[in-house]
C-alpha cells in the first residue's frame, strides 16, 4: 500500500522491521512482483530470500530471470547459495566449474558441502585450492567448516593440522574479529577432538583457556563424555559448570536416555523446571522430543502428558508445527499404550516425514491392529514418501498378525525389488514368522537353509530368526522339524535358554516326558541360565526402581 502510493521509505521501514520474511517481501522490495526491470542488486536479494526459505522451484525461476537479463556472472555469489541452501549440490558445483578460481565462491562451496553432510568434497577441495592455508586462518567461517567435515568424518590428523594452523592466532584476536569467534573456534576444536575419540586432546583444549570456560565449551565436553562412554564424567562436568543454559540441560538429559537411563533423565528435567538455584531455564523442542523418548522408555503414560502440557504451555505449536516433537510425541502415546491419543497427535501434525509415518505404522502394530496398519502404510507410499527398513518391519509384522502370508511376501519382494533395502534379521524373522503362523513350517525351514547358504554375517543371520520358526514349530507342536530347528541353533549357541525351554515345551506337548527332562538337564548343565524377567508398575505415577 505505502508503495503504491509513492511512500517508499515507509514502506522500506516496514518491510525492515519484518520479523520473519518471506519471499514475497523481498520481490516487493525489489520491484520484481510488477515485472518492472530489476538490477543485479535485486535479483541477489531475491535469490538470498529463496534461499533462506529453501523455495527451490521459485529460486530456478529467478535464475532463468538472471540468465535472460544476463546477470549470471554478477549474481554468481546468490545463485551459489541458493543451490546449495537448497540441497542442489551439483547445480553449485557447475557454477564453481564454469568460473574456476574464484576464491569465494571455492569458500562458499566449502561451507556448502559441509551444511549438506558432504565432507569428504569439502577436505578435497581446500586440498586442491592453492593456498590452502591462507584460506582458513583468513576466514573464520572455513575453520569452523573444516573442523566440521574433520570431526565427522573422524579425520584426526587433518584435525590436528588445522589446530597447528591457527594456535598461534587464537591469542590475536583481531586475525578472527573478536573474542566471540575465538570461543566458537574453541567450541568447534573440542567437538572435533571428541568426535574423533580424542577425549584427552579435547581435555587439553579445554584447560588451556583462561577461566571462566564459556558454557559452550562445558556442552561440547559433556557431549564428548557422554558420546565416548564416559558418563560418570559427564555428569561430574554437568555438576561443575557455572551458569548451565538449555544446551547443558538437555546434552545431560539426552546422555542418561542414551544408557538407557530414562529415569533419572526425567528427574533430571523435573530438577530443570524446580528453579532451585534461582536460574529459570526453558526446554526446547530438543528438550522435550528428548524427554518423552525417555516418557516412552518407561512407558510412563503420566509423565508423557506432563510433558505435553508443558509444550502446549510454551505456546509455539511445537506438538503440531514441529516434527521431530510430534513423532517424538506419538511415540510416546503409542508405546504407553493410548493409541487413540496417538491418533489424534498425528492427524494434527503439519508436517509428517518417513519417521512420523512408521511410527504410527508400528503402534498399529504393536497393538494388533495389523490391517489399519497396511491400511496407512498404503496412505503413506500414495502420497510419495519412501519407506525405509524400519516401515518395512512393522508393515511384516502386520501381515503377521493378520495371516496375510501373500501380501506379506509381496511387500517383502517390493522392499528388495523396489526400495532396494537389504534384509536384515529382523525381516527375515518377520517372513518366518509369517509363514510358520500360517502353518507353512516346511516353507519356512527351505527359506532359513537357503538364508543359511547365502548369508554370511551374524548381523543378518542370527538366532533370532531360527527362534522365530522354533516358536511355531512350538504352536503347531512339531516335533521332528522343532528339534532339528534346537539341534541347529544349539550347535551355533544361539539363546540356549530359550530355545532349551521351547524344545523342552514341545516334548512336553507331546507326551515326551523323559526327552523332555534330558532338555531341562542339558540346560542345566550349560553356562546360559537366562535372564531374570523385569517389570514396572506404576504407583501413584511413581516408579518404582528394581
Known amino acids: 500500500m505505502y508503495g503504491k502510493c509513492g511512500l517508499v521509505e515507509f514502506s522500506r521501514k516496514l518491510s525492515d522491521e519484518m520479523p520473519d520474511r518471506n519471499v514475497i517481501s523481498w520481490m516487493h522490495d525489489c520491484g520484481y512482483e510488477e515485472f518492472e526491470k530489476p538490477d543485479e542488486f535485486a535479483f541477489a536479494t531475491v535469490l538470498t530470500g529463496c534461499a533462506g526459505i529453501q523455495d527451490l522451484k521459485l529460486g530456478m525461476q529467478v535464475h532463468a530471470g538472471v540468465m535472460i537479463a544476463g546477470f549470471e556472472e554478477e549474481c554468481a555469489f546468490a545463485i551459489c547459495n541458493m543451490y546449495l541452501r537448497c540441497g542442489e549440490v551439483s547445480a553449485a558445483e557447475n557454477i564453481l566449474r564454469e568460473r574456476g578460481e574464484n576464491a569465494l565462491l571455492k569458500i562458499m562451496m566449502i561451507k556448502g558441502y559441509v551444511y549438506n553432510g558432504r565432507h569428504h568434497d569439502a577436505l578435497r577441495l581446500i586440498a586442491s585450492t592453492n593456498n590452502s592455508i591462507r584460506m582458513v586462518i583468513n576466514d573464520l567461517s572455513v575453520v569452523v567448516s573444516v573442523l566440521t567435515a574433520c570431526a565427522d568424518v573422524s579425520l584426526l590428523r587433518i584435525g590436528r593440522q588445522i589446530h597447528g594452523v591457527i594456535i598461534p592466532l587464537l591469542g590475536l584476536h583481531s586475525n578472527f574479529q573478536s573474542e566471540d569467534a575465538v570461543t566458537v573456534i574453541l567450541s568447534a576444536l573440542i567437538d572435533m577432538y571428541c568426535k574423533c575419540s580424542s577425549i584427552g586432546e579435547a581435555q ?37 559448570v557455572p551458569e548451565r543454559n538449555v544446551v547443558s540441560w538437555t546434552a545431560m538429559i539426552s546422555g542418561y536416555v542414551d544408557y538407557s537411563l530414562p529415569h533419572e533423565g526425567l528427574q533430571l528435567l523435573a530438577e530443570m523446571y524446580s528453579n532451585k538455584d534461582g536460574i529459570v531455564v526453558q526446554g526446547n523442542c530438543v528438550t522435550f522430543a528428548v524427554a518423552l523418548e525417555a ?52 492427524v494434527r501434525m503439519m508436517e509428517k516425514n518417513v519417521v512420523s509415518w512408521t511410527s504410527m505404522i508400528t503402534g498399529y502394530a504393536t497393538h494388533g491392529l495389523g490391517f489399519q496398519a497396511l491400511d496407512l502404510f498404503q496412505q503413506m507410499m500414495a502420497i510419495g514418501i519412501e519407506p525405509n527398513e524400519v516401515t518395512f518391519v512393522s508393515v511384516l509384522t502386520s501381515c503377521s498378525h493378520c495371516g496375510l ?35 507353512k513350517l516346511t516353507e519356512s525351514f527351505k527359506l532359513l537353509e537357503k538364508i543359511e547358504e547365502e548369508e554370511t554375517s551374524s548381523e543378518v543371520y542370527g538366532g533370532a530368526i531360527w527362534g522365530a520358526l522354533l516358536g511355531a514349530c512350538t504352536l503347531y507342536g512339531n516335533v521332528e522339524l522343532g528339534n532339528m530347528v534346537a539341534v541347529k541353533m544349539l550347535e ?19 507326551g515326551m516326558w523323559d526327552e523332555a527332562f534330558k532338555v531341562r538337564e542339558i540346560w542345566g548343565k550349560s553356562s546360559d541360565v537366562g535372564k531374570p524377567g523385569q517389570s514396572r508398575i506404576f504407583i501413584h505415577h511413581a516408579t518404582p526402581q528394581s
Open 405 to 439: 502370508v501373500e501380501e506379506g511376501m509381496k511387500y517383502f519382494k517390493l522392499m528388495t525389488d523396489k526400495y532396494k533395502i537389504v534384509p536384515r534379521s529382523d525381516h527375515y524373522a518377520c517372513v518366518v514368522d509369517l509363514l510358520g503362523r500360517a502353518g
Open 295 to 346: 516418557a516412552s522408555l518407561l512407558t510412563a503414560l503420566e509423565s508423557g502428558k506432563q510433558i505435553h502440557a508443558k509444550l502446549i504451555r510454551m505456546a509455539v505449536k511445537a506438538d503440531t508445527h514441529n516434527v521431530i516433537v510430534g513423532t517424538a510425541l506419538l511415540d510416546m502415546y503409542s508405546k504407553s499404550g493410548n493409541l487413540i491419543y496417538a491418533q489424534t497427535v498425528f
Open 204 to 240: 587439553r583444549v579445554f584447560d588451556n583457556q583462561t577461566p571462566p570456560q564459556d558454557v559452550s565449551h562445558w556442552n561440547a565436553m559433556i557431549t564428548g563424555y557422554i558420546n565416548n562412554g564416559l558418563l560418570n564424567d559427564a555428569i561430574w562436568c554437568f555438576i561443575q
Open 492 to 510: 551355533k549357541k544361539q539363546q540356549v535358554a530359550e530355545t532349551c525351554i521351547a524344545l523342552s515345551n514341545i516334548y512336553a506337548a507331546a
